[in-house]
């Protein structure tokens, strides 16, 4: 009898261990994964009882808010964005229909007011109602509008950062939606083949055409291995990755025999920056395209699925490197399946604009209580050294040349010096362009630096993107910039 018992004491014990095992596990490790899961819309619900706490621009507009309905146990808030589709992609959505995007997202904590657990469930004991947390960002209306007419409902898009600091002035893409219409327009959003919901800014994986020839003259000068008054050959075509690789000619044949290596960025040629590549090697440049923030996800604070990778892709989509079996030469002048993101360029412009030092971009300044009180502060941090003060000075003045008398003419302001890089790179077997051009300003004490592409034109860089760029950067340095 004795031993029964004991038999059936030991299986109630083993049954109380599990139950205590598997109640722990989703209650407290895997808590946060249920609540995470899609399909779990218990935290929405919730939601809909809390004001979230608004989203305002750099000059105080108001970029999400809340309209109230109903009283007591029938109370509700739901989300409005007053400016519409200004800021779609960055401020996102959030709605219990169909989740949330963007800032709405990446920050859903703090403007659902939960951020700090301890202190909401005090709140909840004495009464109190979560209020949500107000989200203070960089973003700059007039300059987002004025990059939303500009590109004039091309796909495209325009990212502006202020390279001092990290913050990001400007993410327009095109085409975009308006969030507001997202409960009732969502499926038809969702299968649009433009893909209005799709952040062209920081998900597209485009080739960036020449504007990589700033990442290979960055190698070139900072490994020692070139200065600016090199001098090289540009004549065409040039056997490179084994195959005949030749100029634009633009200039007559595109054979532009000795030149110096600022003429060749001037000029663009590419059998000179090809070279340069497949002299410096795999490792080398593979070094320098990381340092400047390829191969990883950017460091923005928006969403990771909504962050795009810059890199070489293999044909499974996997990221390639120096190890393997990749034509560097083409890789330095902006072609292979090198694919880029245009936020990933604007950071390129950014670390020689702020003297080769990479500061993390981020899109929210500071995070406020309803109070007023500062609860979370996203000062500048920098990333990384990319490259020696020096080189950043040396390549700031190539590309001076650029717009000087270059490529990127389009590009130039009156009073105001601009280092650029146009881009032109051939799309759909060879009918159209992907248009670049990346740039800061003013030399030598840079507040402003952009990338601007537009997709499938039938211009160039230099007549496409520069133009738009240009006006951006005018409005930009009007502000506060």
Known sequence: MNRQITHLFGVVLVLFTLLVVFTSRWTVFEAKSLQNQTANRRPLLEQLQIPRGYIYADDGTVLAKNIRSGHGPTLRYSRTYPTNELFSHTVGYSFISHGSAGLEKEYNDQLAGSANEFSSIIDQLSGQ???????????DPAAQRL????????????????????????????????????PSQFKQLNTDKAAPLFNRATQGGYPPGSTMKVVTATAAIDSGRYTPNSIVSGKSPKILGGVPLSNCCTEGSGNYGPLSLTEALAKSVNTVWGEVGEKLGKQTMFKYMQRFGFDSRPKLDLPTDELGVSGVYGSKGQLLGPSDAIDIARVAIGQERLRVSPLQMAEVAAAGANGGKLMKPRLVDRVESPDGRTVDSRGPAELQTVMKASTAQQVTAMMEQVVKAGTATAAQIPGVTVAGKTGTAEVANGTANQAWFIAFAPVPNPRVAIAVTVERTQGEGGTVAAPIAKQIIQQLLKGNG
């Open 129 to 139: 109602k979560r209020v949500g947390n107000d989200l203070h960002t960089t973003l």
């Open 147 to 182: 990059a939303l007419q500009l590109l004039a409902g091309r796909p495209g898009s325009v990212v502006a950062l202020d390279p001092r600091n990290g913050a990001v002035r400007v993410m327009a893409s095109v085409p975009n939606y308006n969030p507001n219409n997202v």
